[in-house]
């Protein structure tokens, strides 16, 4: 050990050919100087001793630990980047949104960047009341009605990025990369820049203020790619679970999200702490966010929100109300579409599904099949809603729920969610549809000018359909009679040649990506090729194996 210290010391200190051949070397004022023998074992002991002091008495004095949360934010300004972690209502830094709300009338005009925007006047819907919000880089606008409102009538910029990009795009600045190229978004309005920041006043009508940004694409290996380029933030808010005075944090369960990207990118990251721990409480195995990347600390205190609670049911309970003849035949056709959907999964497959119609799924199984299931906001093992006595405020899916954790679950932040999506490590995704084409094009985020979604993980999941299987559940037709399979979607696409199989209530359909063309395999019971003519906007193939869609 003492022949390690003195070659490392050595190697610090005096050029190793001036100790080998007893030569003089400089000192740090630039003049000649020899060290001795003596000397060198002297400084030896010295820098020995040095290294032998007991861990506590080397760690740094200074905390990050403030005291009060308005002098805290109080470096905020009017036209900020602020980066705001959460996703929905979990994790969500409300006690830092709180008290900047309080400063409504000197701090304007920020643009904020976050997976969506609050819900109602919770979370970042605080700042959209106050009037503080400029512009928002987000990628789903869900249910706010007041967000979506405001962006329709041209009273706040909104630039829509798909989920993944986003936190890619968070990443690359963070990590010191002014762009990068990712598959999510060719072939769409993401790629041609078609989706309007910002509406003049009035809406769509008085035409547009603010143009999307186009991109730039390169192919490799025959796959085109979108150019993204890194975003910057000035500061971020960030919540956390436990974090130690010198700003090491640990995240729990999926209220990371964003959030360790976000800290590591900004020019000021404050987090508010559920947990304040004096130095050394947390194990190193356990830190998800280095405090290097941590400036303030303050103590949480806004009480943590559900934005959609679920629990399971009680499979013994009797639904006194019966329900009306429609919404009972509406239930059991998604249940038969759901059904259909679940055949095609294999036992141990890795598997993701969109909200609505594809959360069915699981409940369908065949015997004997079980799937590790995906949500894009950070697990792998997701379970069944919980009993009302276990619900989680931090387990949650992507359509914000509260759901469970299986045994060998595992939960990790978003941007190791999407390394996964993208990546093909996902064996099938299932997502629901506005519109399909014959040649697998898909759409099911936005219809301009009057509804915005959010382009969500959507993107993402159709990126790399080679790898990643695409199935689309959904009605045959829209609520008007009008046809979702068509020739070519209208509606601005989510992907590109990205879909693998249609299930609709009344047949199975196989898409050829690279030929461009849709074979019908399957009819429901009781339907009739004539009826699924008459009712798909596109021609189509008919199997020589016709099968009846059990």
């Keep these: ?7 490392a010391y050595a190697s610090r200190v005096v050029p190793s050919r001036a100790l080998q051949r007893s030569r003089p070397a400089r000192n740090a004022g630039g003049t000649l100087s020899k060290i001795t023998v ?13 290294y032998s002091i007991a861990a506590p008495e080397a760690v740094p004095k200074k905390k990050k630990v403030w005291d009060s949360v308005d002098e805290a934010i109080a470096d905020v300004k009017s036209g900020d980047i602020l980066l705001s972690g959460g996703f929905g209502l979990c994790g969500t830094p409300d006690t830092l949104i709180e008290a900047l709300a309080e400063r409504k009338d000197e701090v304007k005009d920020l643009t904020v960047v976050s997976n969506n925007v609050g819900s109602g006047e919770l979370g970042l819907g605080k700042l959209l009341y106050t009037g503080q919000i400029g512009k928002v880089m987000a990628s789903y606008i869900g249910g706010n009605k007041h967000f979506e409102s405001l962006y329709l009538n041209g009273q706040i910029s909104l630039e829509l990025i798909p989920q993944g990009t986003l936190v890619g795009r968070l990443h690359a600045h963070a990590a010191g990369f002014p762009a990068f190229f990712t598959p999510t978004g060719a072939s769409t309005a993401v790629e041609e820049g078609s989706i309007p920041i910002r ?5 769509i009508k008085a035409g547009v203020a603010i143009p999307g940004n186009k991109k730039e694409t390169r192919e490799f290996n025959g796959r085109k790619f ?10 971020a808010f960030i919540r956390a679970w436990k974090v130690d005075e010198v700003g090491n944090c640990v995240f729990r369960y999926t209220a990371n999200n964003f959030s360790s990207t976000m800290a590591r990118n900004a020019r000021l990251t404050i987090v508010e702490a559920e947990n304040i721990v004096p130095v050394g409480t947390l194990s190193p195995n356990a830190i998800h966010l280095p405090g290097i990347y941590v400036d303030r600390i303050v103590k949480a205190t806004a009480p943590k929100q559900i934005e959609i609670l679920t629990v399971a049911t009680d499979a013994s309970a009797k639904d006194e109300k019966p329900l009306d003849p429609a919404k009972k035949a509406a239930i059991e056709q998604r249940h038969r579409i759901a059904r259909r959907a679940a055949k095609e999964l294999k036992d141990g497959f890795h598997v993701n599904l969109g909200i609505g119609m594809p959360t069915l799924v699981p409940e369908f199984l065949p015997p004997g099949v079980k799937v590790w299931l995906q949500s894009e906001n950070g697990i792998l093992g997701m379970g069944p809603y919980p009993p009302k006595d276990k619900v989680d405020a931090d387990i949650i899916n992507a ?3 509260t759901v469970t954790l299986l045994p060998g679950s595992a939960v990790f932040d978003s941007y190791e969610s999407f390394a996964m999506i993208r990546g093909g490590h996902i064996d099938v995704a299932i997502l629901g549809a506005m ?13 301009p000018g009057k509804l915005v979604k959010g382009i969500g993980g959507a993107m993402d999941l159709v990126s790399n359909p080679d790898k990643t299987k695409v199935i689309v559940v959904m009605e ?10 068509l020739k070519q979607c209208e509606l601005p696409l989510t992907g590109a040649r990205a879909v ?17 063309e849709l074979t019908l395999t399957e009819l429901a019971e009781g339907v009739t090729l004539e009826e699924v003519k008459a009712k798909t906007g596109c021609d189509f193939k008919v199997s020589s194996q016709l099968g009846k869609m059990q």
Excluded at 480 to 485: A, E, L, M, R
Excluded at 500 to 516: K, M, P, W, Y
């Design 1 to 7: 050990m003492l022949q390690c210290a003195r070659r």
């Design 38 to 50: 003596v000397q060198l074992a002297d400084q030896l002991g010295h820098a020995a001793r040095a």
């Design 199 to 203: 509406l003049k006043e009035g809406g």
């Design 226 to 235: 979108v150019l993204e380029p890194a975003i910057a933030g000035d500061v």
């Design 399 to 401: 359509g914000k729920e």
């Design 435 to 447: 519109q399909v084409s014959q040649a697998g094009d898909i759409a099911n985020f936005m219809i």
């Design 476 to 485: 045959h037709c829209a609520k008007d009679g009008s046809p979702k399979i």
């Design 500 to 516: 693998s199989q249609i299930i609709t209530e009344l047949a199975v359909f196989d898409v050829d990506r690279h030929a461009g």
